[in-house]
């Protein structure tokens, strides 16, 4: 996604002939993992770059825009660099615009440590150039469609690159500080074996287990605000585990590596197929099916767009099996049959 981004929007700068714009374009399309869904996803993340870098120059004629800039906030953070998706600097406000192609969980601009270190390192670079007073931050995960934006005035974060960055900052490039698990986890690197989060997630083994009806209410909710993170953790254990054991040979005591199940294939579909009809028993229509596409598949053969002008009288959603999330998630309550007899009465 990233590479099709910077393609289009350096050609939007004059940074590359239409020849060779198209050539780059090809060789993406040929790529397997293009779609129309990751076309039309990173064109929401251009064009609101281009509008952004079109408010910038009506305000400022010189402001400038960079593409996958790598930005150096090591005046804070030793040796700390990243690369910035789109910078767009003007007098008065700086523009930082993160691209996420992800589709498993949505990432909000508010406070986000990885924007504000690219902020900083793009303050670095412009603040004697522009007078800028104000760092807007965007995140654009069109794949969710979420588009998060948060500001916050040059002096404010300043002062928390000194005041709390900083320190933290030093504590971690020394080797001290305290470890906070959580579900951030998932990106860190060192999640399978980290003591850390070990730790955080065998305190549920307290309870001992005991029948769930033997617990009380308080402990079922922590039980239960726990076991995504936790089964989460087991997955990254068991995936590492496995993959050293198949990889380097390491032994675990108490486990040994076994082929697993699989399911029969046939080497040559072609070759099948001819033998079938050459015994004049069976016909085409006896050994092929001819399915309609899936809704995921058929979406993005048409593009959103189309699918949803042609298509989209003809799409249901039913309704999703109950299930239990924190009360802090955004979705409506779900009336249960018990809640709705209530009602009734």
């Not at 971690?172 to 850390?196: I, K, L, V, Y």
């Not at 039980?223 to 675990?252: C, M, N, P």
Request: hydrophobic residues 40%; charged residues 25%; proline residues 3%.
């Amino acid at each position: 996604m990233h590479e099709l981004a910077e393609l289009q929007l350096n050609h939007y700068l004059g940074k590359s002939d239409r020849n060779k714009f198209m050539q780059s374009f090809t060789e993406i399309k040929n790529n397997k993992f293009y779609s129309t869904e990751i076309y039309d996803a990173v064109q929401v993340y251009v064009d609101l770059v281009i509008e952004t870098m079109n408010l910038a120059r009506a305000k400022t004629p010189d402001a400038t825009a960079l593409i996958e800039q790598r930005l150096d906030f090591s005046d804070w953070v030793e040796g700390g660099f990243g690369t910035g998706d789109a910078v767009v600097v003007a007098d008065g406000v700086l523009d930082i615009v993160d691209l996420k192609g992800g589709q498993g969980v949505k990432v909000l601009a508010e406070q986000n440590t990885q924007m504000m270190l690219y902020a900083l390192g793009a303050l670095t670079l412009f603040d004697s150039l522009y007078d800028i007073q104000t760092v807007r931050m965007t995140i654009c995960q069109p794949r969710l469609d979420n588009i998060s934006t948060y500001e916050i005035s040059v002096v404010d974060l300043i002062h928390w690159a000194e005041t709390e960055l900083r320190l933290k900052a030093e504590l971690a490039f020394n080797g001290e500080g305290e470890f906070a698990p959580g579900s951030h986890c998932r990106f860190c690197r060192a999640r399978q074996t980290c003591r850390a989060r070990a730790e955080c997630h065998l305190e549920l083994a307290k309870h001992d287990f005991k029948l769930p009806d033997l617990l009380a209410d308080e402990e079922i909710s922590e039980v239960l605000s726990k076991a995504e993170v936790i089964a989460a953790w087991v997955d990254d254990v068991r995936a590492y585990a496995l993959t050293e054991a198949v990889k380097s040979g390491r032994q675990w005591p108490g486990f040994k590596i076994v082929e697993g199940r699989s399911n029969r294939k046939y080497v040559d579909e072609a070759k099948v197929a001819e033998v079938l009809l050459a015994t004049g028993t069976y016909s085409e229509s006896d050994i092929f099916t001819k399915d309609l596409l899936g809704i995921t598949a058929m979406e993005k053969l048409l593009g959103k767009k189309q699918f949803n002008g042609l298509l989209g009288n003809f799409i249901q959603r039913p309704s999703g099996k109950p299930t239990l999330v924190p009360i802090s998630d955004k979705r409506p309550e779900f009336n249960t049959a018990i809640a709705d007899f209530k009602e009734e009465i």
